[in-house]
T-cell receptor, first 112, second 110 residues
Framework: DTAVSQTPKYLVTQMGNDKSIKCEQN?????MYWYKQDSKKFLKIMFS???????INETVPNRFSPKSPDKAHLNLHINSLELGDSAVYFC???????????FGPGTRLTVL | DAKTTQPPSMDCAEGRAANLPCNHSTISGNEYVYWYRQIHSQGPQYIIH???NNETNEMASLIITEDRKSSTLILPHATLRDTAVYYCIVRQEGAQKLVFGQGTRLTINP
């Protein structure tokens, strides 16, 4: 039943490690997004993919690399994790022509 | 995208109507007003959107002033589960990204 799912829900890791967060949507949408919500609760878009093609890249460090193997999946790989990467990461999806974006439950990343 | 201004917090009694204001004085003609909310520890949830006419759905009503420089989201009979941060977002038609501000933290009190 879950529309947009993310794994893992929690991720605790050391500085310098590489980690991935996975996102899947079963809504048949053609566009997927990654948003970051920092400790001050500001929610900001990072990437947008439409039909596996990168559409939006909001000046995110190149340590962050999104990968879309198909329309239903958008994974986020982060290299050389830094303390400032600690945040909640939300995946979302929509039809490119639609008004509503559906968000996943979030992945809380803690970098020690 | 035009900037929005919302009060940082509001309180409302359970069962009463919650009226959340939003100013968007620099909105342009092709920009829509969207409302999302984020319940604690969950992802944002779409509520409603409109261009210039008032809109109503099963969750809320959206009242947009005639000059479109401000709007009000109305939750007609607030429940404890409506406690959340409510975001007013101005977005061009066809634009993909949502630009979130600080939102209004609405607390529904029993």
């Amino acid at each position: 039943d879950t529309a947009v799912s993310q794994t893992p829900k929690y991720l605790v890791t050391q500085m310098g490690n590489d980690k991935s967060i996975k996102c899947e949507q079963n809504l048949g949408h053609d566009t997927m997004y990654w948003y970051k919500q920092d400790s001050k609760k500001f929610l900001k878009i990072m990437f947008s993919y439409n039909n596996k093609e990168l559409i939006i890249n909001e000046t995110v460090p190149n340590r962050f690399s999104p990968k879309s193997p198909d329309k239903a999946h958008l994974n986020l790989h982060i290299n050389s994790l830094e303390l400032g990467d600690s945040a909640v990461y939300f995946c979302a999806s929509s039809q490119v022509t639609a008004n509503e974006q559906f968000f996943g439950p979030g992945t809380r990343l803690t970098v020690l | 995208d035009a900037k929005t201004t919302q009060p940082p917090s509001m309180d409302c009694a359970e069962g009463r109507a919650a009226n959340l204001p939003c100013n968007h004085s620099t909105i342009s003609g092709n920009e829509y007003v969207y409302w999302y909310r984020q319940i604690h520890s969950q992802g944002p949830q779409y509520i409603i959107h409109g261009l210039k006419n008032n809109e109503t759905n099963e969750m809320a009503s959206l009242i947009i002033t005639e000059d479109r420089k401000s709007s009000t989201l109305i939750l007609p009979h607030a429940t404890l589960r409506d406690t959340a941060v409510y975001y007013c977002i101005v977005r061009q038609e066809g634009a993909q990204k949502l630009v979130f501000g600080q939102g209004t933290r609405l607390t529904i009190n029993p």
